[in-house]
């Protein structure tokens, strides 16, 4: 298991927090919440490599941002 390295780990904390704060709701564009979902599976593919369940939740948030892209809703 990598060594998890303080300082990445309050990087990843306050990530987390700032995703969370922003998180979009019914009136937020398709556009923001497409970006969101991004932003999203980039944080989760950060820690993908220690943890599986984690990559493939960011392939679904992926997934849900282009749906946004492509007019789908989420």
């Known amino acids: 298991m990598p060594t998890v390295v303080q300082a990445d780990l309050i990087t990843f904390a306050a990530d987390l927090s700032a995703l969370l704060r922003d998180r979009p709701d019914a009136k937020t ?9 991004d ?11 220690t943890d599986s369940e984690a990559a493939e939740l960011a392939t679904a948030a992926r997934m849900t941002a282009a749906d946004l892209r492509a007019g789908g809703a989420a």
């Open 29 to 37: 564009s398709t556009t923001e919440r497409a970006d969101w979902f």
């Open 39 to 49: 932003r999203k599976a980039e944080l989760l593919e950060r820690i993908a490599a």
